[in-house]
């Protein structure tokens, strides 16, 4: 095996699942890479130092500048906020460096057209962390549908709910908040939780043509860690909106953090001519599964256990009828990576997927403001 | 108990859910009243003889102006296709007659303004059969959200899920398939379907101020039952639309024939400050409820199963753990309209709750053309 | 349409179930012959003139001995307590009624044999009101066994849990109560809930050849409502036992009163070589199934909401996605009655379908006291 | 960190999960002691290079008792076939070794006992891998009983339904089948997966009195993969049994590999005065939990998403809605066998427990012979 020195940037929860991800991969699968915890980066040295003994990196930086310049290190993986996303994978494409990018690729479709731009004169390897294509029973959805199983497709409906800032109480800004910090997080659910369903939405059902959108922002000031000061809260607190595919199906997409019972409820929905497709994060390792073909008295929604040999991934981990988890998507997407690198073909998400969900984003804060149907740009 | 004379006009589906509920609901609800089944009134002679006879009408009329002009019925029960009702209502208040009338109320906001009219000049009782009020479970959340158990809303979803028209051999129009021509049903699925969920959507959760909506119609042309000839179709097969709620709540309405594994689901959701509430008419006697305030480690959706005597009719019906049907939902709006009589105070919804409904499926239609929000006209 | 005369003996629970039937059939079923609420007997005279206002019965009847004896009764349907089942229905056959029998059929085995040996000599119609066979989910479970879908069957498991006798406050005897009494009942749980699931054991997996039991009174005594005293508990709260049946198949069957959080949870699951099932009494319009022979990827289990016209019974109802209840199954006893009467070959279950399951409740009761597995006598 | 020097023997299933638990658990929990991979044994000598090359083992040997003699060796973990561990744990007692013995601990009681002997005699901390007590809805499950939520207790019932073994083709004997080789694992069903039941429910719900049992082979002959001929198998393909617990409850015990849809369901269910609990090992993040204290209209089963920082264990993972899955439970017997060595107190299951569920499958396996009851002994 070849060694894949990462370089990470950011220590937070992606930092983890990232590292994890890292540790695990060689261990279940059988791959021509086996990813060396080389260094990580993080502003403040004693984060760094306590993050890399526990999570056994081999060095720390302090300036992402200098972790991309360094020889010993082949892949950048940036975990780190929003807001410095474009930058830092602009300076290590230049650098050379393959790229790993958090979601959502950056603050906006035009600053993520420059990170395109990057990666691809640079020639170098890049992907986004979608991970939620790399659930079993989401890459399963996404075969089912390439085999033809579904036919012509009329609905699709995904939601992202959560009910993590109904508090007033709750503060805006710095470490754990920066979501709520517009100038960090660029907005609010739509591109933190709706640009996970728009990513896998264009994966499985193909481009998104127009939307109409409405926000809303429930509670209107908080307090900001960084300044001590009550401030108004820029992000959007749910976002709602209607598309039409490419395909000439129709969408209600919705996200919230303002439902109450919901942690993390990331759920669509696909109804094809002949049969159709549920999924749900909260019950990550099922599917749900209707097809029309079958006999009619004994024709009903079909709950999928996705732990068998048969299917995605699954044949490397258990037994059948023993579930992965959250951690194991992460571990996939390193795995379809570096497979990627043996055969020379870039697994998506690439960057230029993550434009994309990008652009679709921009739409829809756009349709949020005229209150009108918005074109979506497509990425070339 | 007085008897209630009832002239039923139209003997098809809705004949049969009013006649058992007519039949049902002396056994087993204590009331002042006595539906007398005195007339069944039909065009073809025949059809109303059988319906008759099966189902204990003691008489028959083949001109509804002649059924409306009795001396002996005491209430006209409108089971007939949309096109007609305002005509019909018109009459019978004119006649004096209370009115129970099917839904959609009437074709368009306009039409219905002048059934409203008719009913307030003539001063007789009247109701709107939408029946999923009814159900126990939606009536339990009704006075759950009344008692202030959810706080402040933040988000209303429904939507109303069939199958039944994705083959394109379907004929449209004649008995039966009235449904799918557009100069019968007035609109498709906006008025059938989604009808439902708005007038339940706005008795739990109060009036909707403005809509941005999108229709579709799949198969664009069908052959026409009554005419032979292959025709286009007028009706929506689809629509979708976001709303904005006078308390806040932002909102999610879609309705579709062609969501293949989906009968009729009529699904609600609605997360408030404290709590959420979630329903589901194919398993009508569940509700779902998540309540914030229960301790944190054992917090979760709790099932409820709407069958003990605490809960909204049940006490009337068997022991804890046996459910009742749909069958039920028409008994207990029986009920509640007598309830009414008798204490002089009209049980909703009336003609202006069902006014109010057209009013939203009228600016969803306009919107679906336009392309913006458009405001809600509110009934007075 | 014939008149069927019916005598009703019993105004109870049961009795109101049963005469919801006889008015429901006709006006969904097409049947030779039309239920006539002719008399209804109690020993209180009051009670019996309020019930038969209430629903319709055109006399009364203090006597049982005196309706069996009326010309003008064709059919004596016993909704009494246990203990005075043998009597009335061996009465009954001499008279040469057609007898329906709420279940179990007797207190026990050698009692039931002398109802058996009654309606034998008179050929007299008779059935057992074992409902839940008629459930439209279990009658598919038994055409599904039927046609081979599920191939040899390894195991059967069933339940019926309750939770409405945890009180220790709770008296026995008298009505309403008279279920905790063992003079009145013959025994507690074993007859009342696992005599249920016998009865459909039996039917759809056949003969069951020896058990092993155990029974539990957790609260042993309770005051007396007609003594006034606290007395010993002579029933048993809770019943389990292992089986064996002909086909070589293993099962557990367990019932009890004492399971906070289920009302009324019969359930059964059966596991075949090709194909399992699973029914669940709160929620009787679904049938779970298992089909090994789907393609593996996409293998599950199926919900099936049983509302279809392809569905046993139900193209008599409404639509599909709209279900029925408790109170159907009745009615639908009643229609294969009628039918069976019309073919002139009984449907089940017949008396001696309840003799047979009397014997395996005997069997039971008596491995509780024995410690030892007893063979099961069969019903010839 | 104090180093923890883990020699593992056997390199199939349980060494993978073992394995992968020492590599994450300082990555998620601080602790005293860091496990280090120094060797594994396995008698073929590539078959260890290859498992030690893939989970970073320092070195291997082929032969156990050199393993149990290194001075570089703290801890033994006996992941080898059932008939082995009392040999090998005894050996690793007398060496001074602390040991990890994967389940059941032995093939009977008599043989157990000589291995609790052992480790008592020497002193040493040992364990066993009944790993279902670390799912933290079970660790849950255990805290809400302790904490007195059910009241008294009067029902138990667990079963394990797998499908595995359908096939009459399959062969027994040799790796990966050697479970169906009653000569190498005891028994079948009730050694492999009641096991798991029994131990669980000795911990939620105290000590077993007696049971009456009964098992199947349903393929009596199995191809034997190590002699080449058709052999009479000698495990039991199903085993059931009633229990009655020193608490006064009653339970059902089942476990099976032929119920066909079922892949590794391992369910249990506890009915207290005041509340129940219900967990299902396919979705094993969730408990559901009925409190009859809730008020009444709004009383249900609750489904709790066991995923928040305030269930056990998972604070230390992801954030609330993201699951965890079967691999975290051996990481987390892992925290408490270490937590355990730096308090001075083994945590549970100890080979103490470990023997007491062997007596418990002993009385199973000799009351299928008998018919009868057996008394259950007592680990003392």
Redesign the interface.
């Known amino acids: 095996m070849k060694p894949l020195r990462i370089g990470l940037i950011g220590y937070g ?1 992606m930092g ?2 990232h ?2 991800a890292y ?2 991969v ?2 279940f699968f059988d791959l021509e890479y086996r990813p060396v915890l080389q260094a990580v980066c993080a502003r403040d040295a004693e984060k760094a130092k306590s993050f890399a003994a ?3 990196y081999q060095s720390i930086e302090t300036d992402w500048r200098r972790l991309v310049e360094r020889d010993d290190i082949d892949l950048i993986d940036i975990a780190a906020p929003n807001n410095v996303h474009a930058e830092i994978a602009i300076a290590a494409a230049k650098a050379g460096k393959m790229i790993l990018c958090e979601k959502p690729l950056a603050l906006n479709g035009p600053e993520a057209e420059k990170m395109v731009a990057a990666v691809t004169k640079a020639k170098v390897p890049n992907m986004v962390w979608y991970n939620y294509r790399r659930v079993p029973a989401v890459t ?1 959805a996404k ?2 549908i390439d085999e033809g ?1 579904l036919g012509r497709i ?2 699709y ?1 995904a ?1 992202f ?4 800032t ?1 508090s007033a109480d709750l503060p805006q800004g710095g470490a754990g908040l920066w979501r709520l910090d517009v100038k960090v997080a660029g907005s609010g659910v739509t591109g933190d939780l709706l640009a996970h369903c728009i990513d896998t939405a264009m994966w499985l059902n193909g481009g998104i043509d127009s939307v ?3 926000t ?1 922002t ?1 509670i209107k000031q908080r307090k900001h860690t960084l300044t001590g000061k009550v401030e108004k809260v820029g992000i959007d607190d ?1 976002s ?3 598309a ?1 595919f490419s395909n000439g199906s ?1 969408a ?1 997409f ?1 996200s ?1 953090r ?8 990331y759920t669509f929905e696909i ?6 497709i549920f999924w749900d ?6 599917l749900q ?4 073909r ?1 006999q ?10 996705i ?2 040999s ?2 995605p991934y699954m044949k490397n ?12 998507t992460f571990v996939h997407q390193v795995v379809d990576f570096i497979q990627g690198l043996s055969k020379g073909k870039m697994a998506g998400p690439t960057f230029k997927d993550g434009l994309a969900t990008d652009y679709v984003t921009d739409a829809v804060l756009k349709s949020a403001k005229t ?3 918005e074109k979506v740009k497509k990425a070339r």
């Open positions: 929860f983890r699942t590292s994890n540790i695990q060689n261990n526990k999570w056994g399963l075969q089912l199983k009329f609905h409906r939601k709910l959560q009910d993590w109904i109409t959108a409405t809303e429930f749910a709602l909106f209607l039409r129709l209600t919705e919230t303002y439902a109450r019972g919901h942690k993390a409820l109804n094809g001519e002949h049969a159709s994060l909260h019950d990550l390792h099922r599964y209707f097809d029309h079958d009619g008295a004994v024709r009903g929604w079909r709950s999928l256990h732990t068998d048969e299917h981990w258990w037994v059948p009828g023993l579930q992965i988890g959250y951690a194991e209150g009108r149907w």
